[in-house]
């Protein structure tokens, strides 16, 4: 059997722009949905949700059987998480709080089997299509897509030097923590913000590093698109999910308040 061919990392050079967005409620019936409506990829969020790998394996499961790609961000840059996900079949991953050139090394090196770095080798598991895989050990760092998340003004700074460290495959800017490290947590439209997330694209297309980040809304999303960035994604699962059953539950009450004045 052939390794499995990481369409995210080729799609995020393609010059088009891939879109996504993020998995949280733990659902494999909605990460399967989602798959399945036309998202480019799906990042499954174990930063902040209490997602455990058991859910993951699941979860990778139900996107595998949609176009849809996998995303995988561990909940730290540790090397045991990192390995655990990789054996259960993740090729992309997100790093999350990536604050310079050196945690991005580490970063890179925990997705290599030595000499490259330094995960671990088991012989059968997911990732390897359970063994049946040929030459999985010296071909899999091929197809791995790391991705480490700028979060605050620290980082921002240190943008070049991380951009340059090799085997990162992209940049990805949060916006609620870049805001928050600014004094402006919450308000990711803040004209000081949206400035240093247009600065944060610039550089990367200067660097050639395809980017991405996230926002709440199409509206938000198309800005960050003609910032230059590379791939984005429109707010999550349960976002969609809570805003739409906000929207319709308001036009019923709306209605069933209507309907109530003119009975009396």
């Not at 961000?73 to 054996?87: G, Q, Y």
């Not at 945690?103 to 890179?108: I, S």
């Not at 984005?232 to 709306?254: H, Y």
Request: proline share 6%.
């Amino acid at each position: 059997m052939d390794l499995p061919v990481n369409h995210f990392k080729r799609a995020i050079v393609s010059g088009r722009t891939p879109v996504g967005t993020w998995l949280s409620s733990g659902s494999t019936a909605t990460a399967e949905a989602l798959g399945c409506v036309g998202f480019d990829f799906l990042v499954v969020d174990m930063e902040h949700t209490p997602l455990d790998p058991p859910q993951m394996v699941e979860i990778l499961r139900a996107i595998a059987g949609t176009p849809a790609q996998a995303v995988v961000r561990p909940p730290w840059t540790d090397m045991v998480l990192v390995k655990r996900a990789m054996d259960a079949g993740a090729q992309t991953l997100l790093f999350p709080f990536v604050q310079n050139a050196e945690e991005a090394r580490r970063a890179v090196a925990y997705t290599r089997y030595p000499p490259d770095g330094v995960r671990g080798v088991a012989g059968t598991h997911r990732g390897s299509r359970f063994g049946s895989v040929t030459n999985y050990l010296k071909s899999a760092g091929g197809e791995v897509c790391v991705i480490v998340q700028i979060e605050t003004l620290t980082a921002l700074a240190e943008l070049e030097a991380i951009a340059a460290v090799p085997g990162v495959d992209s940049i990805f800017v949060g916006p609620g923590d870049l805001s928050a490290s600014m004094g402006h947590l919450g308000d990711i439209a803040h004209p000081a913000v949206q400035e240093k997330l247009a600065f944060a694209a610039a550089e990367c297309k200067r660097l050639g590093k395809p980017c991405g980040i996230v926002g709440g809304t199409p509206e938000l999303v198309a800005k960050f698109i003609a910032y230059g960035y590379s791939w984005v994604a429109i707010a999550s699962d349960m976002a969609m999910m809570v805003g739409r059953a906000q929207e319709w539950l308001g036009k019923l009450r709306d209605a069933a308040g209507g309907s109530a004045s003119k009975s009396r």
